[in-house]
């Protein structure tokens, strides 16, 4: 290239760039400035960089908020449940930390506002949180049974039962396995004395709580003691019982603390979403005819103590009863007066909790047909037909040839809701297998009756659905059936047919699903299978009411006088919820 091209150049570059003086500079404008300029791509990366920092959680959906983890002890192996928001709908790739162990994927149920969660093997005591893309949770403390000291031997006072090293033996063992407790001062016979373990619903207390108000009694009609002498108490691990410590109470006061481990068993079953609830009811008596002397007893539920409802609480009971006992209290009416009016009545406090059951079927084990539990369960009563032809014949067609009990009772459940149509005036458990219809008290019954027809170990449970304060409660009949190791699952075959009648079980919570083997936080018990009473007096007339919500083989005796009389029970009413 010559020089003269190289200035020709030079001059033509030139002629292209504006003049800064001239009109061609007058057309630049302030925009085109700020774009040219050195700083304007650095500039607009950091902005574009903090608003994606400030804008991604928002576009991804709130982080976690983590409210409760129920039970808050538990051994690994055990189900506990989380509750709180934002979890999401699907797990996908969140998890739980639970002391820095992600349980494996298969270890969870997940919804938006519930996980259940098996506690890793590995796990020790520490902090448990959720993280999502969209965050991590605020932590909440889990202990480790293992992790606790046991808590010192020793009566409190003279004359106190009393628990020396090794009272428990085994040490160890599955719900319904039969345990011996040996030491002192428990008393000749057990008359109200009880055995407290630790409860899967920790209700104001800890594994290493020291106050029977907040544990959990062996029951007389879970048919959990077998003998009881002055140094030694034969028992099965109540149902809903957790590792933790274990009291003897008798007269004289409580023992001292043994440590007892429960062993995992069939399955799990957890207790949550406590509700709480004040409530009354009464039974009215009106007398039409009365001559002389007279009596009339009135038997009146109580609100039962149980796993689900582990600390009920009377407010008033009016008049004062003549006797009490775990599921109703005795009220006596001397010299009734022709046309005299009277009434018993009860108000109480309770938590109620939701329950949730899993189980590995392949782990549910053959049935000990020798045991209390399985002779009491499996025969018929007044309530339940079990031996009925027809009933016997349904329950066979209904199980085939299957033989876990489990899968026996999930089939029967299957059949019964494929079968039977709610109809209020069908109260016959027998005639619904021609006619297809039955009240709820035929559901209750009929399920019971086909379960223990097939070798099932079951029981009708009768109390109240209940909503929030004002609303209506309607008196109610549900089940729970046996399975060894694991204890009393819950089935409410009514409203698996009649999802209508139901609380509200959340978004894509189903109830034919759900109402196999857990239960929701809206049934109040009162008696778990038939209560049997005996008479004041062997010639006092009984009268027995199927349609009241407890199940007694009489509710009413009346003696001499030759006096008539009409009841009436005022159905419970919900006066708070909390």
């Not at 299957?402 to 069908?426: G, H, M, V």
Request: aromatic share 10%; charged share 20%; glycine share 8%.
């Amino acid at each position: 290239m010559t020089n003269g091209d190289m200035h020709e150049t030079s001059l033509e570059e030139r002629a292209r760039v504006p003049d800064p003086d001239g009109d061609e500079g007058d057309k630049v404008k302030p925009h085109q400035r700020i774009l040219r300029s050195t700083w304007f791509i650095p500039t607009v990366v950091v902005v574009a960089l903090i608003v994606f920092v400030f804008m991604s959680p928002r576009m991804g959906g709130s982080p976690p908020h983590l409210e409760s983890i129920v039970p808050s002890t538990a051994k690994p192996g055990d189900v506990v449940i989380l509750t709180g928001r934002n979890f999401g709908a699907t797990r996908d790739t969140s998890e739980v930390r639970i002391s820095g162990i992600a349980p494996t994927s298969t270890d969870y149920t997940w919804s938006d506002t519930r996980i259940s969660v098996r506690i890793p093997d590995e796990a020790t005591s520490g902090i448990v949180y959720v993280i999502t893309k969209s965050g991590r949770s605020g932590v909440l403390l889990f202990i480790n049974p293992a992790d606790i000291p046991v808590l010192a031997s020793g009566a409190t006072h003279q004359g106190d039962p009393y628990l020396p090293a090794n009272a428990l033996q085994p040490a160890a063992a599955r719900v319904g396995e039969p345990i011996t407790i040996r030491g002192m001062n428990f008393g000749l016979e057990k008359g109200d004395s009880q055995v407290y373990f630790t409860p899967s619903a920790l209700q104001g207390g800890s594994s290493g709580t020291l106050d029977p108000k907040n544990m959990l009694p062996a029951q007389d009609y879970n048919s959990d003691y077998i003998s009881w002498s002055n140094i030694e108490i034969t028992l099965r691990v109540p149902d809903g019982a957790v590792s933790g410590n274990v009291l003897v109470t008798s007269d004289k006061g409580t023992s001292n603390a043994s440590y007892f481990v429960v062993n995992k068993g069939a399955g799990n079953k957890t207790y949550s979403s406590p509700r709480k609830y004040s409530l009354q009811y009464s039974m009215d008596v009106g007398v039409t005819q009365a001559n002389g002397e007279n009596t009339l007893y009135l038997w009146l539920p109580t609100v039962l103590r149980a796993p689900e409802q582990p600390q009920p609480n009377p407010v008033s009971v009016d008049p004062a009863p003549l006797m009490e006992t775990a599921s109703a209290d005795l009220f006596s009416f001397t010299n009734l007066q022709r046309g005299g009016k009277y009434r018993a009545s009860m108000s109480w406090m309770l938590d109620r909790y939701a329950v949730e059951t899993q189980v590995n079927p392949s782990d549910v084990p053959a049935y000990d047909t020798t045991s209390d539990v399985y002779r009491t369960f499996t025969a018929p009563d007044p309530m339940v037909p079990s031996a009925n032809p027809d009933i016997v014949k349904a329950a066979a067609a209904a199980v085939g040839a299957e033989k876990n009990p489990w899968l026996k009772a999930r089939r029967i459940y299957d059949w019964l809701l494929a079968q039977i149509a709610y109809n209020p005036s069908a109260k016959d458990a027998v005639a619904a297998l021609k006619t297809k219809r039955g009240d709820v008290f035929v559901f209750s019954s009929l399920y019971c009756a086909l379960l223990r027809a097939q070798g099932v170990p079951s029981r009708m449970v009768a109390g109240y659905l209940v909503g929030d304060q004002g609303q209506p409660a309607s008196r109610h009949f549900w089940d729970e059936f046996y399975i060894d190791t694991l204890g009393w699952v819950p089935v409410d075959p009514f409203l698996a047919d009649n999802p209508n009648r139901a609380p509200s079980l959340g978004d894509g919570v189903e109830a034919r699903s759900y109402y196999f083997g857990n239960l929701d936080n809206q049934h109040i018990v009162f008696t778990k299978g038939l209560d049997t009473v005996n008479q004041m007096n062997p010639s006092g007339i009984t009268r027995q009411d199927r349609d009241l919500p407890y199940l007694m083989s009489f509710q009413a005796e009346a003696v001499g006088g030759g006096f008539t009389y009409s009841t009436s029970f005022e159905d419970l009413t919900i006066t708070g919820t909390y």
